[in-house]
């Protein structure tokens, strides 16, 4: 059986809220600090 994890980032600037789903959530919020991925979280400068 897969596990997978739910979280939340938020923005404290603007109050933005993302929700995400992963299967690794390590490499998940790596991905999102480092700006690996553009999308959401960039456009609206949301980080952990």
């Known amino acids: 059986m897969n596990q997978y ?3 939340i980032l938020a923005s404290k600037k603007n109050g933005t ?5 992963t299967n690794n959530l390590i490499r998940r919020v790596y991905e999102h600090k480092h700006e690996i991925i553009k999308g959401f979280t960039t456009k ?5």
């Open 5 to 7: 994890y739910v979280y």
């Open 17 to 21: 809220l993302y929700v995400g789903m």
């Open 44 to 48: 609206y400068n949301v980080k952990n």
